[in-house]
């Protein structure tokens, strides 16, 4: 069992920057695969990110030469850099986790807000 929040979210200018923060509470941490996901109004939830135990990553193709997925064990924390953001990057952005051996995206969190606009 892991809980999961996201904070760092808000209101952002077009080609501007927000790196986005994913707290995770207890231990296995360092076992677990992370992802970012997002879902704008009326669409469907997005894959954007995916960080393995061994740090390799992916990206969707949306999003990849302008996101960077991070983690620190240490800290029980994954981020994700959003750079020359887009309007079309507004969305609710989550973190999920998956536990060994599937990796399946199983626990959630809450989400934050991201707004692109001018």
């Known amino acids: 069992q892991v809980q999961l929040v996201e904070s760092g979210g808000g209101l952002v200018q077009p080609g501007g920057s927000l790196r986005l923060s994913c707290a995770a509470s207890?231990?296995?941490?360092?076992?677990?695969?992370m992802y970012w996901y997002r879902q704008a109004p009326g669409k469907q939830r997005e894959l954007v990110a995916i960080?393995?135990?061994?740090?390799?990553?992916e990206y969707g193709g949306s999003v990849k030469g302008r996101f960077t997925i991070s983690r620190d064990n240490a800290k029980n924390m994954l981020y994700l850099q959003m750079n020359n953001l887009k309007p079309d990057d507004t969305a609710v952005y989550y973190c999920?986790?998956?536990?060994?051996?599937?990796?399946?995206?199983?626990?959630w969190g809450q989400g934050t807000q991201v707004t692109v606009s001018a």
């Open positions: 999920a986790a998956g536990r060994p051996p599937n990796f399946s995206a199983e626990y």
């Open positions: 207890g231990s296995g941490f360092n076992i677990y695969r």
């Open positions: 960080i393995t135990t061994s740090r390799s990553t």
